[in-house]
């Protein structure tokens, strides 16, 4: 895969290889993604926590991730499929987001005083695991799914999500789900930084490293319209 913008380009490629035991109602899978990924800002790279300027270099920056898979996909009766996987993730490099900054106010009133370019470490270890139950009972199908994930920012996070297969007669269907998801803020996640404290390593005000929980609700639904061909969305 690649894609490329005026200020970033990313190049990354994906192998995996598959075995099937127990006369197929088992599958092994293990797969190995690497990125790298080059960071070129409009005005350049700007030094961490220095004071927001209009100064530009011609400075580039790079990261690169290397992520590892392995799961297990076991059928347990002809209506019952569940599967486990776990994913092992390593980026070092550039990770700081050269656009943001953090306000440091007043620490009695409040009121803004400077602005700085954040700083982020320069590696991220990142571990999840991932299960999955899926049970079809005639054409009604429930989709069961969790997600742990915790990194060494700080962020730990559970999700889980609920999807059934609810059919409309004989060519139709529609398939309502619902996402829970909360997750912890990173250990250098910052509002602001007040004048009256020494400025730390790492720091971001990036809403995505903050702590928060969220609902999400959702459904989609299709037509098939022959055995070769079906609408959805």
């Not at 530009?56 to 590892?68: C, D, F, G, I, P």
Request: negative net charge; without cysteine.
């Amino acid at each position: 895969n690649g894609s490329k913008e005026e200020d970033y380009t990313s190049l990354s490629g994906r192998a995996s290889v598959a075995q099937e035991l127990n006369n197929g109602s088992t599958t092994l899978t293990l797969g190995a993604n690497y990125e790298y990924d080059t960071i070129d800002p409009f005005h350049g790279i700007p030094t961490p926590l220095t004071a927001m300027n209009g100064v530009a270099n011609n400075q580039t920056e790079s990261k690169k991730v290397l992520s590892l898979s392995g799961g297990l996909t076991q059928l347990l009766t002809p209506n019952w499929l569940v599967q486990v996987n776990y994913n092992y993730g390593r980026a070092s490099g550039y990770q700081t987001d050269p656009y943001k900054i953090v306000s440091v106010v007043d620490a009695t009133t409040g009121a803004p005083e400077a602005y700085l370019y954040e700083s982020r470490p320069d590696t991220r270890t990142r571990q999840s695991v991932y299960a999955t139950s899926k049970f079809a009972m005639g054409s009604f199908v429930t989709d069961v799914s969790a997600r742990y994930y915790f990194d060494d920012w700080g962020i730990n996070s559970m999700t889980f999500e609920v999807a059934e297969h609810v059919p409309l007669g004989r060519s139709a269907y529609v398939e309502p789900r619902v996402r829970y998801y909360k997750q912890d803020q990173a250990d250098f996640f910052a509002y602001f930084l007040p004048d009256s404290a020494a400025l730390p390593n790492y720091v971001s005000t990036d809403a995505r490293l903050d702590g928060f929980t969220a609902w999400t609700f959702g459904a989609s639904a299709g037509v098939i319209l022959s055995p070769s061909m079906e609408v959805y969305g």
